[in-house]
C-alpha cells in the first residue's frame, strides 16, 4: 500500500485540516501518519502552525492569511508521497508498575469479568510489546497498541471523576498510561511512578509516538522512592535502546 493510496485531505474549519491515511488502528498506517509529521517538520511550509499525529491521521493548523485549504493541501499530499512510512523507531522503554490492591483497584474485576486470577491477568498484561500511537487527552497520554486481546475489556459504563496520576489502564483493545490527575472511563490495572510528562524537566515528554513500550512488576515497597525520584525529574523507566541501556 503507498502512502497516497486511501490519503484523505479534509477541511476542520477554516484554518485546520485532518490527513487521513485510513479508517483502521494499525501500526502502518500509523507509520505514514509519523513519516508525514517528521516530513513537515523537516520542511518549510508557508503558513502551517502546529501538527498533532494520532493513530490515523495527522491534524494539521495553518495561517489562513499566509495559506490556504488548497494550497497547503497539495503540498502535505506530495510531502506525505514523497515521506512514506516512519521507520521503526529503536527506543524502547521498560515501564515499572505496582499492580492491583489500591495501585489498582479494577485488576480483581477484570480478573473475574475474564476468569482469570489476578496474577494471570498481571502476567498477560506486562508480557505484552505495546506501540506508542499516540499522545493526547492530556500531556503524556499515551495511547498503546499490543494488549493481549484475552484481558481486553470495555470501558465503564460509569467513567470516574477522578483517576491518579501513573495510572496503568484498559480499555477496550487499547493499553494507556495517565501521566496526571484526571476523568476516565479506562479499567486501572496498576500505577507507575514514571512520569510521562513533566513540565520542568530538560526531556518534558519522556515516551514519544513510535516508540514501544514494555511493562514489569515492582513492589509496592519501591513506590515512595520511585515517585520522590520521577518528581524530581529522573526518568524512572528504562530505555533500551539496541544493545545497551541508556539511564
Known amino acids: 500500500m503507498s502512502s497516497s493510496a486511501a490519503l484523505r485531505i479534509l477541511p476542520c474549519g477554516d484554518a485546520a485540516l485532518t490527513v487521513e491515511f485510513g479508517d483502521t488502528v494499525d501500526p502502518f498506517l500509523n507509520a505514514l501518519v509519523l513519516g508525514l509529521d517528521d516530513a513537515l517538520k523537516a520542511h518549510t511550509v508557508p503558513g502551517l502552525q502546529e501538527t498533532i499525529p494520532t493513530y490515523r491521521s495527522l491534524f494539521v493548523t495553518y495561517d489562513p492569511v499566509t495559506t490556504d485549504f488548497a494550497a497547503i493541501s497539495g503540498v502535505l499530499r506530495e510531502l506525505a508521497q514523497q515521506a512514506g512510512p516512519k521507520a521503526q523507531s529503536p527506543r524502547r522503554?521498560?515501564?515499572?508498575?505496582?499492580?492491583?490492591?489500591?495501585?489498582?483497584?479494577?485488576?480483581?474485576?477484570?480478573?473475574?469479568?475474564?476468569?482469570?486470577?489476578?496474577?494471570?491477568?498481571?502476567?498477560?498484561?506486562?508480557?505484552?510489546?505495546?506501540?506508542?500511537?499516540?499522545?493526547?487527552?492530556?500531556?503524556?497520554?499515551?495511547?498503546?497498541?499490543?494488549?493481549?486481546?484475552?484481558?481486553?475489556?470495555?470501558?465503564?459504563d460509569e467513567p470516574r471523576l477522578?483517576?491518579?496520576?501513573?495510572?496503568?489502564?484498559?480499555?477496550?483493545?487499547?493499553?494507556?498510561?495517565?501521566?496526571?490527575?484526571?476523568?476516565?472511563?479506562?479499567?486501572?490495572?496498576g500505577r507507575t511512578p514514571m512520569r510521562s510528562y513533566h513540565p520542568t524537566r530538560a526531556q518534558m515528554f519522556l515516551?514519544?509516538?513510535?516508540?514501544?513500550?514494555?511493562?514489569?512488576?515492582?513492589?509496592?515497597?519501591?513506590?515512595?522512592?520511585?515517585?520522590?525520584?520521577?518528581?524530581?525529574?529522573?526518568?524512572?523507566a528504562e530505555l533500551v535502546i539496541a544493545d545497551g541501556v541508556a539511564a
Open 162 to 189: 477522578v483517576t491518579p496520576a501513573g495510572a496503568v489502564m484498559i480499555g477496550g483493545v487499547q493499553a494507556g498510561i495517565q501521566c496526571i490527575e484526571a476523568p476516565s472511563g479506562w479499567h486501572i490495572l
Open 93 to 156: 522503554w521498560r515501564v515499572p508498575v505496582v499492580y492491583g490492591e489500591d495501585f489498582g483497584i479494577d485488576l480483581e474485576d477484570v480478573a473475574k469479568g475474564k476468569g482469570l486470577t489476578p496474577d494471570e491477568v498481571v502476567r498477560r498484561h506486562s508480557a505484552g510489546d505495546y506501540r506508542v500511537y499516540m499522545l493526547g487527552f492530556m500531556p503524556g497520554f499515551a495511547y498503546l497498541g499490543g494488549l493481549d486481546q484475552t484481558i481486553a475489556t470495555s470501558r465503564r
Open 207 to 236: 515516551i514519544e509516538p513510535g516508540d514501544s513500550l514494555s511493562f514489569y512488576a515492582i513492589p509496592r515497597s519501591d513506590w515512595r522512592m520511585l515517585e520522590e525520584a520521577a518528581e524530581a525529574g529522573e526518568w524512572i
